[in-house]
């Protein structure tokens, strides 16, 4: 089981980046999917989650992110909009099959992690 996360770079306060999560290995439309994101200095902070028919987003990112599944090419995407230096860190997307809806939100629920995708926000 492979996630590859791409996409990140560098952007301007209030420009958009699209992050992908391409996964092998696995039929992602089988499996919660999740982003999280750890900035220099902080924990691990869960971003937004595609579990079935259900989104989850983190308060600090909800209206300015969407997430989305193409199961066709077995990726997950996060459009991030509105982008702040707040918003700077590593995105990480993770996947498991197990989850329940009390869990999404937690990381250390999760089986499977890529390898994470830096994102600057800066002027």
């Known amino acids: 089981v492979q996630l590859q996360a791409s996409g990140g770079g560098l952007v301007q306060p209030g420009g958009s980046l699209r992050l992908s999560c391409a996964a092998s290995g696995l039929t992602i439309s089988r499996y919660t999917v999740g982003w999280f994101r750890r900035a220099p200095g902080k924990d691990r902070e869960f971003v937004a989650a595609v579990k079935s028919g259900d989104i989850h987003y983190a308060t600090s990112v909800r209206g300015r992110f969407s997430i989305s599944r193409d199961n066709a090419k077995n990726t997950v995407y996060l459009q991030m909009n509105s982008l702040t230096p707040e918003d700077t860190a590593v995105y990480y997307c993770?996947?498991?099959?197990?989850?329940?809806?009390?869990?999404?939100?937690?990381?250390?629920?999760?089986?499977?992690w890529g390898q994470g995708t830096q994102v600057t926000v800066s002027s």
């Open positions: 993770a996947a498991d099959r197990q989850l329940i809806t009390s869990t999404v939100r937690n990381g250390a629920y999760y089986d499977y």
